[in-house]
């Protein structure tokens, strides 16, 4: 081996620990690993998919499951980010949600996503502008409003919320790493091929603005309101054919996936993926604005979604379906 | 009389057996090969994750977590069943790259605010300044791809051609071809880090 080679790795001996550096004994590591590994998960199974995704909302994931639907892809295996720079003129395509597809998606099909190991993979290099932060508790809706000014829509009718949060807004930038992204999808069982090479290095962007979070005792009752996310990508960016390799990778078939994908504007339109032994899911009315009730099959609870005035609202809580559109259409 | 886990791995009973005969027995449900895999793997993955990251704490964390992935999904025939080493590599080496680029922009904004460690002894100045080269090399790295970045810190940390084949998944033949590409790379990647660091420090 040359010598300039002799030389990097000479440099490299700079990132070698320091005494203060070393790690603890492999003895005293492997009883915390035993430790970790006999605490109970701090998200039991028996959560079904879709309240999960109203969890992530009120935690500082809130950026990656709103981007998630449309380019839902991007949610799902391209770990989607964004920019503050939404509309600098190298982007040309914008997308913002305007109405939800909810899809059904067999339990198989859901098992198959949360045991595949992607081995910490990612479709590229994310850069946070600004990362989104965990939601931070204030004392009152109107300082919320105050902190959140085009969030709030509306509250239901369950007296002062139990606890108000504000946050969620972050930007930052995705620069694909196609050969990244396709590996993931094979390892789905999805065709990588399906995503166009000119995809290599696109810079696809999101942003957020804060949103708000509230929760109530009564009936275990959450909301979630927020501008909607935005997010732009490159002009000669096609959306249908990584939305239809999204949808394989939530389980549908080819067949299903492209007729799926040629009917849906993907530039507006978050997917609702909905297992279908857990919930179950039907359009409906929310003062006015169409909107995707799901409930769970035991009907026990019972999750909104909604987009109004550009904003996107969610209203989970234990209430039958008539009890939550109830409450969401005072 | 009673045989402990300790006393397995000590009188080689563990020891002995090859990664994969590990792996296989983990399979059947077997916790002393999970330890004898974690002491075996555990020193040398934390020097490879802690020159990435540069922080022990979250060092020591992200080893944590690949040996929690060993243990809840370990890698199942078909895919590279028997090379646990490899797996274990690459998953710390790719959740290692993540943190580290995710967090690149942050420390470039906060670079002053990182407390100097380095050789203290050596006077302040001096100590900025090689926690200032350190991170330069880290950045450098970042731009690599995994499996580069992987290769030069595991022959820095002194793993012999043969070794790097086996964990690194690349034919033996072409160890020496690769590891020339990835200083390559290196050498650019941290040629245009320096000068835009320098441009940066004339014009602050």
């Known amino acids: 081996m040359n010598e300039e080679f002799e030389d990097v790795i000479a440099q490299l001996a700079i990132l070698e620990p320091t005494t203060e550096d070393q ?3 492999a003895d005293a590591a492997f009883a915390t690993l035993q430790h970790k590994l006999h605490q109970p998960a701090a998200e039991p199974k028996s959560i079904p998919w879709f309240r999960r995704f109203t969890l992530m909302t009120t935690q500082q994931k809130w950026t990656q499951a709103a981007v998630g639907g449309m380019l839902g892809l991007l949610i799902a295996f391209f770990g989607l980010t964004t920019s503050g720079q939404a509309l600098a003129s190298e982007f040309l395509g914008l997308f913002r949600v305007q109405k939800f597809a909810p899809i059904s998606i067999s339990p198989e099909a859901l098992a198959n996503l949360e045991n595949m190991d992607f081995e910490g993979m990612v479709p590229g290099e994310m850069v946070w502008d600004e990362e989104a932060v965990e939601p931070q508790q204030v004392a009152s ?18 007296g002062e919320p139990a606890e108000i949060a504000v946050g969620g807004a972050g930007s930052g930038t995705l620069t694909v790493d196609l050969a990244a992204a396709r590996a993931i999808l094979n390892i789905a069982g999805v065709d990588g091929n399906l995503l166009p090479d000119d995809l290599d290095g696109s810079d696809i962007s999101v942003a957020t603005e804060p949103g708000i979070f509230m929760r109530w005792n009564e009936g275990d009752t959450t909301m979630v309101q927020m501008p909607s996310p935005s997010i732009s990508y490159p002009g000669n960016f096609d959306p249908q054919p990584i939305g239809q390799a999204l949808l394989q990778f939530l389980g549908m078939s080819e067949a299903e996936a492209v007729r799926l994908s040629n009917s849906i504007d993907w530039t507006s339109t978050l997917v609702l993926p909905v297992p279908t032994d857990l919930a179950s899911f039907q359009e409906v009315t929310v003062q006015g604005n169409p ?40 | 009389m009673t045989i402990t886990i300790h006393d397995q791995l000590s009188n080689g009973s563990a020891g002995d057996e090859s990664d994969g005969q590990l792996l296989s027995r983990m399979h059947q449900g077997d916790s002393v090969s999970f330890e004898a895999l974690f002491h075996r793997h555990y020193q040398r993955l934390y020097g490879l994750v802690f020159r990435l ?22 890698p ?3 895919r590279n069943e028997h090379n646990v080493s490899a797996w274990l590599y690459r998953v710390a080496t790719n959740t ?20 100097d460690k380095r050789d203290s002894s050596a006077g302040p100045e001096k100590a900025a300044e090689q926690e200032e080269e350190a991170q330069l090399v880290r950045a450098a790295l970042a731009e690599l791809t995994p499996m580069h970045g992987q290769l030069l810190l595991l022959r820095q940390l002194g793993l012999s051609y043969t070794e790097l084949a086996e964990i690194c998944d690349v034919n033996p033949n072409s160890v020496g071809k690769t590891l020339s590409r990835a200083a390559d790379a290196f050498r650019k990647a941290y040629l245009r880090l320096s000068v835009h660091a320098d441009a940066e420090g004339n014009n602050p």
């Open chain 1, 23 to 25: 790690p603890q004994p």
């Open chain 1, 141 to 158: 809706l109107d300082e919320a409003i105050a902190l959140a000014p085009n969030a709030f829509v509306f509250a239901p009718d369950l």
């Open chain 1, 291 to 330: 909107a995707i009730l799901i409930t769970e099959n035991n009907g026990s609870n019972s999750s909104l979604i909604f987009e109004t005035s550009g904003n996107v609202v969610m209203l989970q809580g234990n209430w039958s379906a008539d009890e939550l559109l109830e409450l969401a259409n005072g």
């Open chain 2, 53 to 74: 990251v540069g922080n022990r704490a979250e060092a020591e964390d992200i080893v944590q977590d690949v040996f929690i992935r060993l243990h809840q999904k370990p």
């Open chain 2, 76 to 78: 199942s025939d078909g």
């Open chain 2, 96 to 115: 290692a790259y993540n943190a580290i680029r995710s967090r690149n922009r942050l420390w470039q904004r906060n670079q002053h605010l990182v407390p």
